[in-house]
T-cell receptor, first 113, second 117 residues
Framework: GENVEQHPSTLSVQEGDSAVIKCTYS??????FPWYKQELGKRPQLIID?????GEKKDQRIAVTLNKTAKHFSLHITETQPEDSAVYFC????????????FGTGTRLTIIP | EAGVAQSPRYKIIEKRQSVAFWCNPI?????LYWYQQILGQGPKLLIQ????????DSQLPKDRFSAERLKGVDSTLKIQPAKLEDSAVYLC???????????????FGPGTRLTVT
């Protein structure tokens, strides 16, 4: 089955700096890669996703890049703000998300004011 | 639109007891998922329903866990008997069914935090 690895497990950055979280996946048939943000005690919420037919997607301060050959994808957050502090999970799925999501182990991001 | 509803929000039981969780997905969402999230880990899929049929239950410990979605709307997940290692947050999620031309989003409920003592 699919295996998703995520690094780093914790990340602290100064407010205003950029943060990068990286994930690798094992199943070459995976073609849908969402990123979820989970604040303490709250539900995971989708912040951005990418399908395998594109290499990059951007939404304001958040961007995701995908390298299908290397089977890795990354989340980039620019101009970080205190409200970006949370746990971020990457995930992978086949069939453009119509099959189960396999999640990474999470990255706890702390923005230092 | 109303979100995914789950109850109870918290449950404390002793090992070997039984427990049941309830989920009501977003109206019109055909696909329903139950995930187990152990502290410090990512969610792990237990079971996926498409309407009232099971799509994937390969990671469901069937000797103690069961789930049903009889009318294709709300769902219940049961654990009997519970073990200490079942302590986790149980998340329900739902999504629309779309064709392969587009991805989809899974909307998560608030979860049920289970503590087994």
């Amino acid at each position: 089955g699919e295996n998703v690895e995520q690094h780093p497990s914790t990340l602290s950055v100064q407010e205003g700096d950029s943060a990068v979280i990286k994930c690798t996946y094992s199943d070459s048939a995976s073609n849908y890669f969402p990123w979820y943000k989970q604040e303490l005690g709250k539900r995971p919420q989708l912040i951005i996703d990418i399908r395998s037919n594109v290499g990059e997607k951007k939404d304001q301060r958040i961007a995701v890049t995908l390298n299908k050959t290397a089977k890795h994808f990354s989340l980039h957050i620019t101009e970080t703000q205190p409200e970006d502090s949370a746990v971020y999970f990457c995930a992978a799925s086949r069939n453009f998300g119509n099959e189960k999501l396999t999640f990474g182990t999470g990255t706890r991001l702390t923005i230092i004011p | 639109e109303a979100g995914v509803a789950q109850s109870p929000r918290y449950k404390i039981i002793e090992k070997r007891q039984s427990v049941a969780f309830w989920c009501n997905p977003i109206s019109g969402h055909a696909t329903l998922y139950w995930y187990q999230q152990i502290l410090g880990q990512g969610p792990k899929l237990l079971i996926q329903f498409q309407n009232n049929g099971v799509v994937d239950d390969s990671q469901l410990p069937k000797d103690r866990f069961s789930a049903e979605r009889l009318k294709g709307v709300d769902s219940t997940l049961k654990i009997q008997p519970a073990k200490l290692e079942d302590s986790a947050v149980y998340l329900c999620a739902s999504s629309l069914v779309r064709g392969t031309s587009g991805g989809y989003e899974q909307y998560f409920g608030p979860g049920t935090r289970l503590t087994v003592t």
